[in-house]
């Protein structure tokens, strides 16, 4: 396997996107499959030869032309499945407006796959982007570059899909966001965006690859790890706080999401915000 990457230290705010790491890579035949885990978002294109790529148990093809979206710490397995070697371009890029950027384009983590509309148009993007990476250009000319080669490309999901998928997941989340802290349901979620419960279970799988009910249970640990950083609350107050009603249920999901128990985690936090600072 062969890669060339030119890495790109931030320089803007994380609120846009920050585009890290511009590069290429070359999988020929008999490399096997490879393993690779970024904490970026990555790009990849393809622009010549073929190869295969498999994440969450799902194996996906791509040809000349075509490409996938990884999410950060996924890890991938990716090998060639032609003759010629399978060459990449691939950028990798972060910011708290990343996710929903591809979102909106209809590229979701269970939905990975996209394809040029005109290949031609999207290898001269990709040159350009390259080109100024190679160059340390700033990073509004690296973005820009970037969201011209993007704008090539279009996914297997329908305006129609995209805006549907968006408008119930956003309304559920939001749900959520207010109610995660009182006794809550999947039901009462669906019931308030007004949409059948398995039709909202298979949005949440393909937005965010989960449940509705573990990702309320995601948001209500969330919070309850940020009241252990942040505050005095006992353990057990916490735990209620955070719309369980259990301790030794909410005690065990704590421990398999920080693999440390609450006290631990509390414990630590406080050491690490009292801890001095040093100087080199």
Known sequence: MEKQTHEIAPRTSALRLNIRSVGQRLLRCGDGSRLSVSPFFRFCYTIYGCGSFTKG??????????????????????????EAPWHCCVVGFQGQNAQRYLEERGLYATAPVFRSRNTARSQLCAEKLAAAAASNADDDILLGRFLLFFSTFETRISDR????????????????????A??????DIADHVKVDRSYLYRLFKKRFGMSVQNYLLAVRLRNAACLLESGDMLTSEVCYASGFNDYSHFSKMFAKAYNMSPKDYRQRAHQDLNAPETID
């Open 57 to 82: 148990g799902q194996t996906y093809a791509v040809e000349p032309g075509r490409g996938f979206v990884v999410y950060p710490d996924e890890i991938v397995s990716s090998r060639c499945t032609s």
């Open 161 to 180: 899909e995209k805006n549907t998928l968006y408008l119930y997941t956003e309304q559920a989340c939001q749900y959520i966001a207010e109610n995660y």
């Open 182 to 187: 009182f006794t809550l349901t999947v039901d």
